[in-house]
């Protein structure tokens, strides 16, 4: 820091300036700290050794532009278009005196800056301006430490880039003709980021990848499967080679048939997954933001609150959708909500999306409706899971009647069997390959069936 003599103009322009960076400054600090305190209201986590640095550093920049706005008076004074009389320059004299003008390094900018405050707020300025730069260095401290996670765009899937050099012309002709109507639509609330020409475009990549897959298959089984089926299951008698082809000739059209079906109707598939999971979140997201909405704050920033919190994942996507309406398509909150009720998975959610819509419009209150429709969708996810802890008791005693109690009766009938030596064309190791075949079968149904009823806890 040091002494200098600057011109009246410039002394002024300099103040003029340095105001306009305290006031920039000032605004981005004050909007953090309106952001944390936001927080902080909607019960997420917040760090009150950053709260404190915000605070000070707020208040060091206010003090800092008032004695810069005390020292404009006198600068003032001595800027004139004419000549003074001599009285007057005495006095224009004593005020210059007044006046100091200060170098100083400011960490924004590559190099010094001047300034003219009066001598009397000197010593304060300075101690106020070391204040703000080293709570700007304990705040880059603080954001290091616990570094906030972005999230970036994803790259382009390579799978898919080779499926449009073959198959985009065709796919695109086909949805212009208007096959595979709905298709984009389903796209969109199963929150697969693929546009219907591409999707369809990997599902015929993959049909085809399928057919060769086929081919292979069916040309193991020729050769191979039915020399280890007549070992186990059938009389050692070899057939002929036209009779196998027949019998699995079928298989090179059906593979690529049912690989294509497959991922015609798996975003239908994954939406109601995805559905499901959001309408398991949505209570506990209601009366999340039923608390925030009691505090009187902007709506839009609700959503903003619930998303910060990462505690609902799959809510937390549609509020994203929402927000992205607003802060990148420019919409209105209103038309944004029925903007994403069109498109989410969960019905649940769309009503919720069209009753906030209707509610703002009409100048409701946001708490109340939240309330009654949390209090709604509480007693359904009580019924849902007494519904799922009956349904899984039903279970348990299928469970033991078939995979427990069958096998005993198939064990005596094949102790009986053996007996009497009755011939069913299937060899006692045959018998019990199928028994153990079909008991470990009927397991794995049972446990994918009762993975997809269960409740999403």
Same mark, same amino acid.
């Given at each position: 820091?040091?002494?200098?003599?600057?011109?009246?103009?410039?002394?002024?322009?300099?103040?003029?300036?340095?105001?306009? +960076?305290?006031?920039?400054?000032?605004?981005?600090?004050?909007?953090?700290?309106?952001?944390?305190?936001?927080?902080?209201?909607?019960?997420?986590?917040?760090?009150?050794?950053?709260?404190?640095?915000?605070?000070?550093?707020?208040?060091?920049?206010?003090?800092?532009?008032?004695?810069?706005?005390?020292?404009?008076?006198?600068?003032?004074?001595?800027?004139?278009?004419?000549?003074?009389?001599?009285?007057?320059?005495?006095?224009?004299?004593?005020?210059?005196?007044?006046?100091?003008?200060?170098?100083?390094?400011?960490?924004?900018?590559?190099?010094?800056?001047?300034?003219?405050?009066?001598?009397?707020?000197?010593? +304060? &300025?300075?101690?106020?301006?070391?204040?703000?730069?080293?709570?700007?260095?304990?705040?880059?401290?603080? /954001?290091?430490?616990?570094?906030?996670?972005?999230?970036?765009?994803?790259?382009?899937?390579?799978?898919?880039?080779?499926?449009?050099?073959?198959?985009?012309?065709?796919?695109?002709?086909?949805?212009?003709?208007?096959?595979?109507?709905?298709?984009?639509?389903?796209?969109?609330?199963?929150?697969?980021?693929?546009?219907?020409?591409?999707?369809?475009?990997?599902?015929?990549?993959?049909?085809?990848?399928?057919?060769?897959?086929?081919? &292979?298959?069916?040309?193991?089984?020729?050769?191979?499967?039915?020399?280890?089926?007549? /070992?186990?299951?059938?009389?050692?008698?070899?057939?002929?080679?036209?009779? +196998?082809?027949?019998?699995?000739?079928?298989?090179?059209?059906?593979?690529?048939?049912?690989?294509?079906?497959?991922?015609?109707? /798996?975003?239908?598939?994954?939406?109601?997954?995805?559905?499901?999971?959001?309408?398991?979140?949505?209570? &506990?997201?209601?009366?999340?933001?039923?608390?925030?909405?009691?505090?009187?704050?902007?709506?839009?920033?609700?959503?903003?609150?619930?998303?910060?919190?990462?505690?609902?994942?799959?809510?937390?996507?549609?509020?994203?959708?929402?927000? $992205?309406?607003?802060?990148?398509?420019? /919409?209105?909150?209103?038309?944004?909500?029925? $903007?994403?009720?069109?498109?989410?998975?969960?019905?649940?959610?769309?009503?919720?999306? $069209?009753?906030?819509?209707?509610?703002?419009?009409?100048?409701?209150?946001?708490?109340?409706?939240?309330?009654? +429709?949390?209090?709604?969708?509480? &007693?359904?996810?009580?019924?849902?899971?007494?519904?799922?802890?009956?349904?899984?008791?039903?279970?348990?005693?299928?469970?033991?009647?078939?995979?427990?109690?069958?096998?005993?009766?198939?064990?005596?009938?094949?102790?009986?069997?053996?007996?009497? $030596?009755?011939?069913?064309?299937?060899?006692?190791?045959?018998?019990?390959?199928?028994?153990?075949?079909?008991?470990?079968?009927?397991?794995?149904?049972?446990?994918?069936?009762?993975?997809?009823?269960?409740?999403?806890?």
């Amino acid at each position: 820091m040091g002494n200098g003599e600057i011109g009246n103009i410039g002394a002024l322009k300099a103040n003029v300036t340095h105001t306009k +960076r305290i006031l920039r400054e000032t605004s981005i600090f004050l909007n953090h700290y309106n952001a944390l305190k936001e927080l902080e209201k909607g019960g997420g986590k917040v760090s009150r050794e950053e709260q404190k640095i915000l605070h000070d550093t707020l208040l060091s920049l206010i003090l800092q532009l008032r004695m810069i706005n005390n020292s404009l008076p006198d600068i003032l004074s001595n800027v004139s278009l004419f000549k003074e009389l001599p009285a007057q320059e005495t006095t224009k004299k004593a005020e210059k005196e007044n006046l100091v003008s200060l170098s100083y390094k400011h960490p924004a900018l590559a190099e010094g800056a001047l300034l003219t405050i009066k001598k009397e707020d000197r010593a +304060r &300025f300075l101690k106020e301006l070391s204040l703000t730069e080293n709570s700007i260095k304990r705040l880059k401290k603080e /954001y290091k430490a616990k570094p906030e996670k972005i999230e970036e765009f994803k790259k382009p899937s390579s799978y898919a880039i080779l499926s449009n050099k073959y198959f985009l012309k065709l796919s695109t002709q086909l949805l212009d003709e208007g096959y595979f109507k709905g298709l984009n639509k389903e796209l969109r609330k199963s929150n697969l980021y693929f546009l219907s020409s591409t999707y369809i475009s990997m599902a015929f990549l993959t049909s085809v990848i399928s057919f060769f897959v086929a081919i &292979f298959v069916v040309i193991f089984l020729l050769f191979f499967g039915f020399s280890l089926d007549s /070992y186990f299951l059938f009389a050692r008698v070899s057939e002929p080679i036209l009779m +196998r082809l027949l019998k699995t000739f079928w298989l090179i059209f059906v593979i690529p048939v049912l690989t294509f079906l497959a991922f015609y109707f /798996y975003p239908s598939t994954e939406r109601k997954s995805i559905s499901g999971k959001i309408n398991h979140e949505l209570p &506990f997201v209601l009366i999340h933001m039923s608390a925030i909405a009691g505090s009187g704050i902007e709506p839009t920033k609700i959503f903003r609150i619930v998303i910060s919190s990462r505690e609902y994942p799959h809510t937390r996507k549609e509020f994203k959708k929402l927000l $992205n309406e607003i802060n990148i398509y420019g /919409y209105d909150l209103v038309t944004a909500l029925r $903007n994403i009720a069109r498109v989410t998975s969960s019905q649940k959610l769309a009503d919720v999306f $069209n009753g906030l819509a209707t509610t703002i419009t009409s100048g409701g209150s946001l708490k109340e409706f939240l309330d009654k +429709r949390a209090e709604t969708l509480v &007693f359904d996810y009580k019924l849902e899971m007494e519904k799922s802890t009956k349904m899984a008791e039903t279970f348990m005693d299928l469970y033991i009647s078939v995979v427990i109690a069958a096998p005993l009766i198939m064990t005596m009938l094949l102790v009986m069997i053996g007996l009497i $030596n009755v011939d069913f064309g299937l060899t006692p190791i045959a018998l019990s390959l199928l028994m153990i075949f079909g008991v470990a079968l009927i397991n794995v149904v049972f446990l994918v069936f009762l993975h997809l009823k269960q409740p999403n806890l």
